[in-house]
């Protein structure tokens, strides 16, 4: 019984703050306080009237599709070699990749800062791609590498044996039945990046990301309901994404008879 | 060796193939002819190598050394995918994303057939493993048995010389285990292709087998055909492998023409001929013979027989309903010897401790170091 309290007060503790988003975002009212004032619109209205968010949010999209891309791709290559062969120093150089999983975010951040600005490089969107790459890898390996762990090596064989060579087996077997894995990782990584806040804050040079222009705009009072719709919106995005980041994946595995090995939820 | 090959052409020639992990060396230098339509089988226990040697013939595995050609053809040059093999995965390797009809087709992506074509000739293919009408099944629903027969006929579709089987049959259960052996050696017959079988089980290689090539550390140490295999195994690692076989010590003499002199603690003298002494082996060398449980009898209350007879107590039995396998002691000999008997009507399974006769015959015995 304790323990059903104590879970119960954690999940509220968990995800009360996210409930106020909504509740603030159509509140009629700048002061984010209760009692509520009663119901609008006019925040969302607000956010479409605001070119540097919509900068910011064509930005952030640009820097998230490219992460997921080359993040899903570095991704590939690295659990079809962690799965498929043996080579020396394989655990070290699994563990370096997984890394970035438990590092504090800000030293990547002020460690690429610092290397950028020492090698003279200017900062930019491409630059935060790079920081997001880095933090991105570890999801997709860790969704792939049981995307791969399921398939049958000697399924890519048969496909050799009857004539195919290494590549096109790849494409014809190998790919397909990865391919709910790889849309997860892409889902999954486009997500991180859209989100992520602290490496973008340091790596953005002059084109903010959304949530660097977000930031931004939590100086300045009376524009904070209009912060909470833009929260909304990116809350309801995320788990949108993930659930069918998710979902791909679970019929992916049920459609060609795996057991379900996992994955992140 | 002893390689009594008689075999019209090669399809497989084997000469001197070796191949090394790192340091380890996994085939030790494998000589050997495969001839064509042979159902020819690669025996031995787990990590003798059959396996490597399977997949050196399909082209997966280059040998570190030696030669190996196929139809004539040197294949040191030649990929898995250009080659006159095919391949029935011990998984089976069923593409569980492909329907039945799919996987059985694929090897024919390359070859640009009509789509009439296509789909008569995945028909015949299904039809010969007898799965006709299964070609819209999704694969992944598919019954152990049922993936069995996909592979195989997603594997003679491309028509090869040779059909290479990395233990077909380990995964299913006794029944269809020995159905399927029947069908693959009636298939085999059939369709007229050269079978190299890989397998542990000595009882399969024996059943299917033309030819069996017993396989210890990464060598042959024996090829033969299964009778042979069987009656007159070189050594005692191979006899120990195929079958049951009762060693005792034993010391022989050459004497005068082709018989040798055996003497055996407990059973006697006995006057064998030269062809039950392995070649290669002095019979000064012989330190053992051995005697399969079959090729001697318990003789019942009031039985008689031509044979030699030596006195023994029954120390354990098992009942297997048609056999009954006596563990017998004879008088004078340390290690105890296995008797399988036919439970024929009217023949009673003796007890524990009951003294007994046993008749033997020294036509069966075989000489080893």
Redesign the interface.
């Known amino acids: 019984m304790g323990l059903r309290i104590y879970a119960v007060l954690y999940l509220i503790f968990l995800y009360a703050p996210i409930a106020l988003l909504p509740i603030f975002a159509f509140n009629d009212g700048t002061i984010i306080a209760f009692p509520l004032r009663g119901f609008t619109t006019e925040w969302f209205r607000q956010l479409t009237e605001i070119p540097a968010l919509h900068g910011a949010v064509l930005n952030s999209l640009i820097i998230a599709v490219s992460s997921a891309v080359i993040a899903t791709l570095l991704g590939i290559c690295a659990a079809r070699a962690a799965t498929r062969f043996v080579f020396p120093g394989k655990k070290g150089i699994m563990g370096l990749i997984m890394l970035p999983l438990v590092l504090p975010e800000i030293i990547v951040a002020v460690s690429l800062l610092v290397v950028l600005l020492q090698l003279g490089l200017p900062l930019g969107a491409w630059t935060v791609v790079l920081g997001h790459v880095l933090i991105c890898v570890p999801f997709s390996v860790a969704i792939l590498n049981s995307a791969f762990q399921s398939l049958?090596v000697?399924?890519e064989?048969?496909?050799?044996?009857?004539?195919?060579?290494r590549w096109s087996s790849f494409r014809l077997?190998t790919l397909?039945?990865v391919m709910p894995g790889i849309i997860s990782s892409l889902l999954i990584s486009f997500t991180i990046s859209l989100d992520e806040f602290i490496i973008a804050f340091f790596l953005t040079g002059t084109d903010p990301t959304l949530p660097v222009y977000l930031w931004g705009q939590l100086r300045f009072p009376q524009k904070i309901p209009v912060v909470m719709a833009l929260g909304t919106l990116l809350v309801l995005a995320s788990v949108i994404l993930l659930a069918v980041a998710e979902y791909v994946r679970r019929r992916g595995a049920a459609?060609?008879?795996?057991r379900d090995t996992g994955g992140l939820m | 060796m002893k390689d009594t090959t008689g075999i019209d052409r090669p399809i497989i020639a084997l000469q001197g193939v070796e191949k090394y992990y790192g340091d380890y060396q996994a085939l030790r230098g494998i000589t050997a002819d495969i001839g064509a339509g042979e159902f020819f089988s690669l025996l031995g226990p787990s990590g003798c190598g059959k396996t490597t040697l399977l997949r050196t013939i399909a082209g997966f595995e280059a040998p570190s050394a030696g030669r190996l050609s196929i139809d004539g053809r040197d294949m040191s040059r030649v990929p898995a995918n250009r080659r006159p093999t095919n391949m029935v995965f011990q998984s089976y390797a069923i593409f569980p994303h492909l329907s039945v009809a799919e996987n059985v087709g694929f090897g024919l992506r390359r070859s640009a057939l009509s789509k009439e074509e296509n789909s008569r000739r995945v028909g015949e293919a299904l039809e010969m493993v007898g799965l006709g009408g299964y070609g819209s099944r999704a694969a992944h629903a598919l019954s152990g048995g049922q993936r069995q027969r996909v592979a195989l006929a997603r594997a003679l579709i491309l028509k090869p010389k040779v059909l290479l089987l990395d233990e077909p049959l380990s995964a299913l259960d006794r029944k269809l285990r020995e159905t399927m052996q029947m069908e693959l050696r009636k298939l085999q017959r059939q369709v007229g292709i050269t079978f190299v079988l890989v397998t542990h089980d000595q009882e399969e290689a024996l059943i299917m087998s033309d030819r069996i090539a017993v396989m210890f550390d990464g060598q042959i140490a024996q090829l033969d055909d299964p009778q042979t295999l069987y009656r007159r195994p070189v050594s005692r690692q191979v006899a120990d492998f195929i079958g049951v076989m009762n060693f005792l010590p034993a010391q022989a003499e050459a004497q005068e023409g082709r018989q040798v002199a055996v003497t055996i603690p407990g059973l006697g003298r006995a006057e064998i001929d030269a062809e039950q002494v392995p070649g290669g082996l002095h019979p000064g060398q012989a330190a053992s013979v051995g005697i399969r449980p079959e090729t001697m009898s318990i003789l019942f209350a009031g039985e008689e027989t031509e044979r030699r007879v030596a006195q023994a107590t029954v120390e354990d039995l098992a009942y297997y309903g048609d056999m009954t396998y006596y563990t017998v002691r004879m008088r004078g000999v340390d290690a105890p010897l296995t008797i399988s008997m036919k439970n024929l009507v009217g023949r009673p399974v003796l007890a524990r401790g009951t003294e007994t006769r046993v008749a033997w015959d020294a036509r069966s015995l075989v000489l080893f170091a």
């Open positions: 049958d000697s399924l064989e048969a496909a050799i044996d009857l004539g195919e060579t077997i397909p039945l459609r060609t008879g795996q």
